[in-house]
């Protein structure tokens, strides 16, 4: 009956101490054991195999019974002392309770007692903040104050001192001052209403306004009257020196009273320029007579330097400001007469080289010269009485010396006149060109049309050989309309190289020509002056 009990016990005990997976993994987390017996898993009869593996361990067995049951003892031992323990822990809480009561109690006495006190420190932290914030208001206050009536002192002071100096002429110092002042008056805007500030804003826009008058008319008394007048024509060079002179002595004395952006000496100059050209516009309508083409093309060429040295010093920015008209924007360069050329009788195929490059435009071109356009008339004249002595003297030349010989090289060549023809009127057009794209040089194209037909009737036709079945003597248009089988003339060695001379020059002359007028529509010259636009026969 005792063992039915026993093992009845045993299960009982093997039922209550089964515990689950995750307890038992943290009972070995908490206390780590290496004891088989602590195993979960623990088989008696594994143990004790383990412990006795052979038949010669049993001779072991009381001394591993009698551990056993040693440590059997000590936890005998230890559940004894545990369980006493447990016996006397509810009398333990019952006064570990009482006492944290107490102690409660005690703590909410005194967080009672630190409540008041906060209320009373909060009031009292009102009351000091409520004093702070006045006594900042009156410190912000009294700094503005302060402020104000240094700034006060200052614009009173700067006022009455920028009256002394502007009297006494101190603009170096009344520059500096002047900004001051009027950086301090700034601050007094929201205070205009008081009569004080109001009348020293007044006094500061008085001493402004007198300054500017002041300034203005010591700079008018500052630059020298004399030499301003304009002079005749010869003299004109000299009237472009000495401005040259007056811009080095502004620059030197008054270029730095000046922002650098309001471009005085470009302006000073333009000026200049424009009182120029309306005083010589004048001057040449009164003394008309008095011009001759030596002294015109002086006048333009000093004049047209002096240009050019305002091209290359000034950027032109104040032409479109200026109290005068801006010149008329220069046409696009449509010169055809000045490239270089190393002969007057290049091919067609010459044509196709590459151009030079084109110097830019200057802004100032006929700011001053386009006053001498009105008075070309006397250039062209002297061109068409130039054109007139030049083509006597081929006929002269040309009676002197006689036909070309045969058997040289002169035979059946252009003859020179013609070259020297078309150079000089090569030399006329760059010269008018400078002078003038408009009227001028149709009038100088006129011009040359004339005397090209006088050399194409006194030098060749009137030069051709005559014959016994024409006493009216040959034409060119006889010759190029000869045909075969027709009766041909009989000509000497000498009369041939002649022809042969006179139809080689009328053929340069026709290229030349042609080529001329391409040139003239190359550049646009045509649309722009229709009246050249004739074609070769203008010229023939």
């Not at 002969?343 to 435009?361: F, H, I, Y």
Request: aromatic fraction near 8%; include cysteine.
């Amino acid at each position: 009956m005792m063992e039915d009990e026993e093992l009845e016990f045993v299960e009982d005990l093997e039922a209550i101490l089964h515990l689950t997976p995750e307890v038992q993994l943290a009972i070995e987390q908490v206390f780590p054991s290496q004891d088989p017996l602590d195993r979960t898993d623990f088989n008696a009869v594994e143990y004790i195999n383990t412990l006795f593996p052979t038949e010669q361990s049993l001779a072991n067995i009381d001394e591993v019974v009698n551990n056993i049951r040693l440590k059997i003892r000590r936890l005998d031992d230890n559940i004894r002392t545990v369980v006493r323990g447990q016996t006397n822990v509810g009398q333990d809480g019952r006064q570990a309770l009482e006492e944290a009561q107490k102690a409660i109690q005690q703590l909410f006495g005194k967080i009672k007692d630190i409540k008041d006190k906060a209320e009373k420190s909060e009031q009292m932290v009102k009351e000091i903040t409520r004093d702070i914030k006045q006594l900042d208001h009156a410190k912000r206050h009294l700094t503005t104050s302060i402020t104000t009536l240094n700034h006060l002192h200052m614009l009173a002071g700067g006022v009455d001192s920028l009256e002394a100096m502007t009297r006494k002429r101190q603009y170096g110092e009344v520059a500096n001052l002047l900004q001051g002042v009027v950086n301090v008056l700034e601050h007094f805007q929201k205070y205009m209403g008081i009569p004080q500030i109001r009348q020293l804003s007044e006094r500061v826009k008085a001493a402004q306004s007198e300054l500017g008058t002041q300034i203005l008319a010591d700079f008018e008394e500052a630059f020298p009257a004399q030499g301003s007048k304009v002079a005749w024509l010869d003299k004109i060079d000299r009237r472009y020196a000495w401005i040259k002179r007056q811009l080095v002595d502004y620059e030197e004395k008054y270029g730095r009273m000046f922002p650098e952006e309001w471009c005085m000496t470009e302006r000073i100059s333009v000026e200049f320029c424009h009182i120029t050209r309306t005083e010589l516009a004048k001057l040449m309508r009164t003394r008309a007579r008095e011009i001759e083409v030596k002294l015109l093309l002086f006048a333009i060429q000093r004049t047209t330097n002096f240009e050019g040295l305002l091209a290359k010093r000034f950027s032109g920015c104040t032409l479109n400001d200026g109290p005068g008209k801006k010149p008329e924007t220069p046409l696009e360069p449509t010169n055809p007469f000045l490239e270089d050329e190393d002969n007057v009788s290049e091919k067609d195929e010459d044509l196709d080289r590459p151009k030079k490059p084109k110097a830019p435009d200057n802004p100032f071109h006929g700011i001053v010269s386009k006053c001498f356009e009105p008075h070309l008339y006397v250039y062209i004249e002297s061109q068409d009485k130039n054109l007139g002595e030049l083509i006597d003297r081929f006929v002269a030349d040309f009676r002197a010396q006689g036909p070309p010989k045969s058997g040289t090289d002169e035979g059946g060549a252009v003859l020179p006149s013609c070259a020297d023809l078309f150079v000089y009127y090569k030399k006329c057009m760059v010269q008018c060109s400078q002078l003038s794209t408009g009227e001028p040089m149709i009038a100088l194209t006129t011009i040359f049309q004339k005397y090209l037909r006088e050399y194409a009737w006194k030098i060749l036709s009137g030069n051709l050989p005559k014959t016994s079945t024409n006493s009216g003597g040959l034409t060119i248009s006889s010759l190029l309309k000869e045909k075969e089988g027709s009766e041909v003339a009989k000509f000497t060695m000498e009369e041939l190289c002649l022809i042969c001379s006179i139809l080689s020059t009328a053929e340069y002359c026709l290229a030349t020509t042609q080529q001329l007028e391409e040139k003239l529509k190359e550049k646009g010259y045509l649309k722009q002056y229709p009246a050249l636009g004739s074609g070769p026969g203008c010229c023939m």
